[in-house]
């Protein structure tokens, strides 16, 4: 079976400060996407990486693929409140196994 | 802009009783997807259609759960007799074909009580 491992789990900080939350397997991933939640809401695609090495950015958001495609990060630059939500990696494995979420980070931004 | 619907938004019952979600898809989109979200983790497939057949149900409690897409489109995931445990959020989600991104609906929360 093959796992998602996120951290942090929750993370709580000021608005306006710069923060970073990970995803990491030991298997390969053919393709990685990044989710935003809301409560109460379902996962919000925010973007797919497939190449390691990638970087891909969002307005504030950076998304990073490791070259090793088994981890990948995003970076959030001058956080604010409306970042708030549980930010959730999914990634597709080599084979026909189906997407695979990792628990998510939650994220609480303070004004 | 297209998007996944899902009623109800909200279901509250008693165990042992039967509960029905229903899902329907974005026009065009082969692929549907029903996932279980327990609170404080991540979504977990429960069944995944590929048009009107089943593609993987290997997560799906068949003793309780039963889920069709009978036309290819829409889609009903039941559960009968509801258990406590499975009070959570079920999103269904669907996508172009099964590599594609998936894009999922506001999902329904259970409560069994």
């Known amino acids: 079976t093959q796992l998602l491992e996120q951290s942090p789990q929750f993370l709580s900080i000021q608005e306006g400060e710069n923060l970073t939350v990970y995803c990491n397997s030991s298997?390969?991933?053919?393709?990685l996407q990044w989710y935003r939640q809301e409560p109460g809401e379902g996962p919000v695609l925010l973007v797919t990486?497939?190449?390691?090495?990638e970087v891909k950015k969002l307005k504030r958001l950076t998304f990073q693929f490791g070259d090793a495609r088994k981890d990948s990060s995003l970076h959030i630059t001058a956080a604010q409140p409306g970042d708030t939500g549980l930010y959730l990696c999914a990634a597709l494995f080599s084979g026909n196994t189906p997407l695979v979420f990792g628990k998510g980070t939650r994220l609480s931004v303070i004004a | 802009e297209a998007e996944v619907a899902q009623s109800p938004r909200y279901k509250i019952t008693e165990k042992s009783q039967a509960v029905a979600f229903w899902c329907d898809p974005i026009s065009g989109h082969a692929t549907l997807y029903w996932y279980r979200q327990i609170l404080g983790q991540g979504p977990e497939l429960l069944v995944q259609f590929q048009d009107e057949s089943v593609v993987d149900d290997s997560q799906l409690p068949k003793d309780r759960f039963s889920a069709e897409r009978l036309k290819g489109v829409d889609s009903t995931l039941k559960i009968q007799p509801a258990e406590l445990g499975d009070s959570a959020m079920y999103l269904c989600?669907?996508?172009?074909?099964?590599?594609?991104?998936?894009?999922f609906g506001p999902g329904t929360r259970l409560t069994v009580l």
């Open positions: 989600a669907s996508s172009l074909g099964y590599f594609n991104e998936q894009f």
């Open positions: 990486v497939v190449t390691g090495g």
């Open positions: 298997s390969v991933f053919s393709s």
